[in-house]
């Protein structure tokens, strides 16, 4: 991973370190259904996914992203 996040960096610049890219795969496993992400993501940050992706429950982790779309958080 560090390896691959240092050629990627390369390439494309900043935010692919390892940690990140590390990030990016903790992401697609807690938000795998494209649609519902593709929905949320028009109305959270980064940020508020990275909050979200240590909710063990699949349920309270998408409770907590819809709420947080809803009002706007």
């Not at 996040?5 to 807690?30: D, H, P, S, T, Y």
């Amino acid at each position: 991973m560090k390896r691959l996040g240092a050629r990627l960096e390369c390439e494309f610049g900043r935010g692919f370190e390892a940690k990140n890219l590390r990030r990016m795969v903790q992401f697609v496993q807690a938000f795998s259904d494209a649609e519902i992400v593709a929905s949320l993501m028009r109305q959270l940050s980064w940020t508020h996914f990275l909050l979200l992706i240590p909710v063990k429950s699949e349920m309270a982790r998408m409770y907590y992203a819809q709420r947080g779309a809803a009002e706007g958080l």
